[in-house]
């Protein structure tokens, strides 16, 4: 299976601030990857899609980029609503797997 | 609109059957795919398992040939049936929808449903 590593686990961050959340794949996973947002009330959503495309409705301060086994997720001026947990997910090979997330607290 | 909701027991004795259905409306099972993923109590994701729209099913190999994913298009469910729970099979079961190019996302999540397994 491949493993992805998530950091940082958690990232106290200001309003404002522009911040990165790298997910790591222990193989080259070929840009199949996603970003999700998890809200505190449990509610999850897509945020990016094929490493850099943002899904429809997702404000235009969110991109990933990334390439062979390094990806990252920015954030590039917090709102309030940002503060959530992140999670990135592979689909280059079954069983799709996820990073251990990156939860975003107001510093 | 789209909509997933998920339903199921609370709780669940230990090395007894979980049974959760996934209730879609707003899409057809036929044209996109659905998955399983859980979520144990302040811990993060893992994916179980996926109904294909043809009818197929794949499945996380963690769960060995503990798990079953099968559907009935006609009332628009989707099921997942566990047998053996242990008591790290504590979570939040969730079903998703997938379009269907490759790559796309979960793009809807139901809000799961809190399973508890005792002994």
């Known amino acids: 299976d491949i493993q992805m590593t998530q950091t940082p686990s958690s990232m106290p961050a200001s309003l404002g601030e522009r911040v990165t959340i790298s997910c790591r794949a222990s193989?080259?996973?070929?840009?199949?990857l996603n970003w999700y947002q998890q809200k505190p009330d449990g509610t999850i959503k897509p945020l990016i899609y094929y490493t850099s495309n943002l899904q429809s409705g997702v404000p235009s301060r969110f991109s990933g980029s990334g390439s062979g086994t390094d990806y990252s997720l920015t954030i590039s001026s917090l709102e309030p609503e940002d503060f959530a947990m992140y999670y990135c997910q592979q689909y280059d090979s079954s069983p799709w797997t996820f990073g251990g997330g990156t939860k975003l607290e107001l510093k | 609109q789209v909509q997933l909701k998920e339903t199921g027991p609370d709780l669940v004795q230990l090395t007894q059957t979980l049974s959760i259905t996934c209730t879609v409306s707003?899409?057809?099972?036929?044209?996109?795919?659905v998955h399983w993923v859980r979520q144990p109590p302040g811990k993060g994701l893992e994916w179980m398992g996926a109904m294909w729209n043809g009818g197929g099913t794949d499945y996380n190999s963690a769960f060995k040939s503990r798990l079953s994913i099968s559907r009935d298009t006609s009332k628009s469910q989707v099921f997942l049936k566990m047998n053996s729970l242990q008591t790290d099979d504590t979570a939040k079961y969730f079903c998703?929808?997938?379009?269907?190019?490759?790559?796309?996302?979960?793009?809807?999540w139901g809000q799961g449903v809190m399973v508890t397994v005792s002994s």
């Open positions: 707003g899409f057809s099972l036929t044209t996109y795919n």
């Open positions: 193989q080259g996973i070929s840009n199949y």
């Open positions: 998703a929808r997938q379009d269907l190019y490759y790559g796309s996302p979960f793009d809807y």
